[in-house]
């Protein structure tokens, strides 16, 4: 079955404590990215990859980091999380370097204490 | 960067009434405009996109139509069903040759439908 995995679904965490958000789809994509969804403020995109060892700035991406080692993964860190990232994470892939369908995990749920 | 607004940000429409949502983005370059769906407690799954080079795209009960000139695009829902009850995205975004394009999305229409 054709996905986009994230792990873990639920995290809660206190500030400055290292976490790691892990992204895999098994399509064969491209295109992977990061985004935020908070409450009026809609999908805010983190960072964005076009291919392997390639990646780029979004939106909003202080305080995050990511790799992209292999073409099925795309980790999310936070290397010292603070509140303000409390937020519904979601990785996405695409075929079509971002312009085609985006196949979204099932996001994941942060709260940093 | 690109902006992209939307709105209303709630809509509550009697079951079997057209729905419609608007939306504007600032970035003349623009040339990619997807509509998600996000259930409550799910993620957005793609419902309908339009490229630059048309001016409406229709699917069923879906329907999407471009302005260029006035760099706005709407989605368009009939006979509205309770199934319909959702989050909606707008979005917008650029092809690069060669790139990644960065897809901006607008803060998101949460539709009603009631019985």
């Known amino acids: 079955e054709a996905q986009v995995t994230q792990n873990p679904r639920y995290l809660i965490t206190v500030t400055g404590k290292k976490l790691t958000v892990t992204c895999s789809q098994n399509m064969n994509h491209e295109y992977m990215s990061w985004y935020r969804q908070d409450p009026g403020l809609g999908l805010r995109q983190i960072y964005y990859?076009?291919?392997?060892?390639?990646?780029d700035k979004g939106d909003v991406p202080e305080g995050y980091k990511v790799s992209r080692k292999e073409k099925r993964n795309f980790p999310l860190i936070l290397e010292s999380p603070s509140p303000n990232q409390t937020s519904l994470y979601f990785c996405?892939?695409?075929?079509?370097?971002?312009?085609?369908?985006?196949?979204f995990g099932e996001g994941s749920r942060l709260t940093v204490l | 960067g690109e902006n992209v607004e939307q709105h209303p940000s709630t809509l509550s429409v009697q079951e079997g009434d057209s729905a419609v949502i608007k939306c504007t983005y600032s970035d003349s370059a623009s040339n990619y405009f997807p509509w998600y769906k996000q259930e409550l407690g799910k993620r957005p799954q793609l419902i309908i996109d339009?490229?630059?080079?048309?001016g409406e795209k229709k699917d069923q009960r879906i329907a999407v139509t471009l302005n260029k000139t006035a760099k706005h695009f709407s989605l368009h829902i009939t006979e509205t069903q309770p199934e319909d009850s959702a989050v909606y995205f707008c979005a917008a975004s650029i092809l690069h040759t060669g790139t990644a394009s960065k897809l901006t999305f607008g803060t998101g229409t949460r539709l009603q439908v009631t019985l």
């Open positions: 339009i490229r630059s080079n048309v």
């Open positions: 996405a892939s695409s075929l079509d370097r971002g312009t085609g369908e985006l196949f």
């Open positions: 990859s076009m291919n392997v060892e390639v990646t």
